[in-house]
Every structure is written in C-alpha cells, then in structure tokens.
C-alpha cells in the first residue's frame, strides 16, 4: 500500500506512514493493514519490537482522513463510520496490549487518529518539533482513539482542559500529560532508528533520552485544576468568566469554536475513565459517542465548516452556556447489541 509502509527489518517489525503531502492522515485501509500486521508480529518469534514512523517533517500523523466519513455520512450511510471507529478502537487496543515493546517516533502534528497510532505503546519518544493534540470537539467528536484514557490519567485535571480546549502539547508538556515516555533531539533519530532495526533493544531509546525543553502545563497546573475541576461544562465556563486572566481568556476563546455537545460528553467520558480506570472501557464509551455521532451529534457539521466549506461557522446543535444534560447522557447510553466488540469480525 502507497500510503503505508508495513515490513520486517531483522527483529524488527516496521510500520511507516508514507501519506507525506496528506500529513499521514490515516484512511480506514491504513487502520486494517495496521492491525493485520501486529496480529502476525503477535505470533511471530522472529519478531522481537515494533517500530513506528513517518515520512515528512511535518507530521507523523495528523489525524484520520475523514473525507469518506463526511462523504458516507450527509449520504444517510452512517455504518461506514461506525466500523471504521470499530475497528480503529480494536486496533488501538492492540497496540495497547501488544506483548512486546512498541517505539514511535513522533515529529511534527500528532493528532486524533495519530495519537491512536503513536501514543499507546511503550516507548513513545517527541522532538523538539512535536506537536501533540487532541482537537475532536472542534469538529463534533470526542477525543476518542483511547485518548480519553489517557487524558483521565493525566495530572490534576490536565485531561479537562486539554481535551476541552485542545491544546497543542510541545515535547515536554506532552510527557507530563501522558502522551510520551522520551524527549530525543530529531537529528538522533536515523541513527537510533537504524540500531533498533539491527537489535530490537528497545532499552536504547531509555539510553538516548535527555531532558527535555521547558514546557508550559506545569506552570498552569494551579489554574487548569481550579477552573476545569468545576463540576459541569457550564460551571467550568462560568469559573473562566469569573477570571480575567490571560490563561482562562485564551481557554474560552478556544472551547467557543467547540461543539458544546462534544465538550460535555468528553467531559463526562473522562471522568467515567478516572474513575474505571481501564483501557478498553475508555474505547467503549468513546464508541458510544461516535456511533452516534452522524445521526444525533455535530460531526458533519463541523466536518463542513472545517473541511468542507471551511467557513469557520459551524452551527451547533447546542449553546455552551446552556447544553441539557439529557443530551449529553442520552449520547452516551449503551450500545445493546451494536456495543464495541474487540474481536474481529463481531
């Protein structure tokens, strides 16, 4: 496949994004050919790590291509969708799960679908270039692809404001929120790639690691927990208007340009996951959401106003000041039958 490059070199499985001019957006073809490779590495003696990355400067993965979820959608299909975000999930686990080490190596924008992809296995190592984001809520979703798990595990309520206002994280923000293990300046990284491929060791990324430049989150922890720790959507706004700070001015500015409705079950998905505290029961409620999120959220909306028309005016189902709760639980019900399965083919 052009748009990825999946192989064998030595004792190391290697999965490289190829998609450069589309930064690495990943289709739903990239998704299946992930997973069937790490299923046979799974198995495969000979196969010791797995080492992911990507072509370009720009991105290792800026997200998942969603011309064909927009295209399926506004034509009344929403099951395209719907097994997309299945199977992409059930990927995501696996990558989780993976009983050997997994390296990604992260440069440029890694977002949404690439936070899936780059930022669940064990060795994820940043540059000074990375840019890590979950920005779904501006386009109707949740910060999905098991990132809501690791917005729920990360300090203080980090995973509210970073999910809400979709922040971009530099190398060492991302490191202390969780999205990142390893801070390795981007001129060692052939070297060090081209060594994993000859030895697998992944202990050689610990060794390369250094310190990472200064980040800006832990100097905001006092006022991201004072303001995003507030009970509701409504009440987190209502904190931030109360405050005429730079920090909770920008913070408004930012969750204004979002579905109302996507910030209020991101919200309450996270802390559904603070308080399970398990990968996979994260994916299932994210999946709640998206399944229904053509049908009765504000995804292709926002797709149109993004993407499509790129008018920048998306016209939400919901005000911020004023999103029911009924909506958000009613986004957020069980799936019955149509629940997330982590088996192929269910």
Same mark, same amino acid.
């Given at each position: 496949?052009?748009?990825? =490059? ?13 998609r450069e001019k589309a930064l690495n957006a990943m289709s739903y073809d990239m998704c299946t050919a992930i997973e069937v490779a790490?299923?046979? @590495?799974?198995?495969?003696?000979t196969v010791k790590m797995v080492l992911i990355d990507a072509m370009g400067d720009k991105a290792f993965c800026a997200g998942g ?11 009344? =299909? ?6 997309? @975000? ?66 729920? &595990? ?34 060692? @990284? ?16 610990? &060794?390369?690691?250094? &310190?990472?430049? &200064? ?28 405050? =005429? ?33 398990d990968f996979r029961a994260a994916l299932t409620q994210e999946y709640r959401f998206t399944y229904r999120a053509m049908e009765h ?18 016209? @939400? ?30």
């Open positions: 496949m052009s748009d990825i =490059n999946i192989r064998q070199i030595g004792p190391t499985g290697r999965i490289t994004f190829t790490l299923d046979q @590495w799974a198995i495969d003696e291509d969603i011309a064909d979820l927009y295209e399926t959608g506004t034509s009344g =299909n929403f099951t395209f969708g719907q097994t997309f @975000w299945a199977d992409e999930y059930r990927m995501n686990a696996k990558l989780r799960e993976f009983p050997k080490p997994v390296a990604s190596f992260m440069q440029g924008f890694t977002m949404g679908g690439g936070v899936g992809v780059g930022c669940h296995g064990s060795h994820r190592v940043v540059g000074d270039s990375s840019q890590i984001a979950m920005p779904e809520c501006g386009i109707g979703l949740v910060p999905d692809v098991g990132g809501s798990y690791i917005l729920a &595990t990360a300090p203080g309520h980090l995973g509210e404001y970073l999910g809400l206002t979709a922040a971009r994280m530099g190398p060492t923000d991302a490191i202390r929120a969780g999205f990142a293990d390893y801070y390795i300046p981007q001129d060692q @990284w052939p070297v060090l790639v081209s060594t994993l491929e000859k030895t697998a060791d992944s202990t050689l990324i610990e &060794t390369a690691a250094t &310190t990472a430049p &200064t980040g800006m989150l832990e100097g905001l922890q006092d006022k991201v927990d004072r303001h995003f720790g507030a009970e509701s959507l409504s009440e987190i706004v209502t904190s931030l208007q109360s405050d =005429n700070s730079p920090f909770a001015t920008d913070a408004l500015k930012k969750m204004r340009r979002n579905s109302p409705l996507a910030m209020g079950c991101a919200l309450e998905i996270i802390r559904r996951t603070r308080v399970d505290g959220g504000d995804f292709l909306e926002g797709i149109r106003a993004q993407i499509i028309d790129k008018d920048r005016n998306p016209q @939400w189902r919901h005000q911020i000041d004023n999103l029911p709760d009924q909506a958000v639980q009613q986004m957020l019900l069980p799936l019955g039958e149509a629940s997330l399965t982590f088996h192929k083919g269910d």
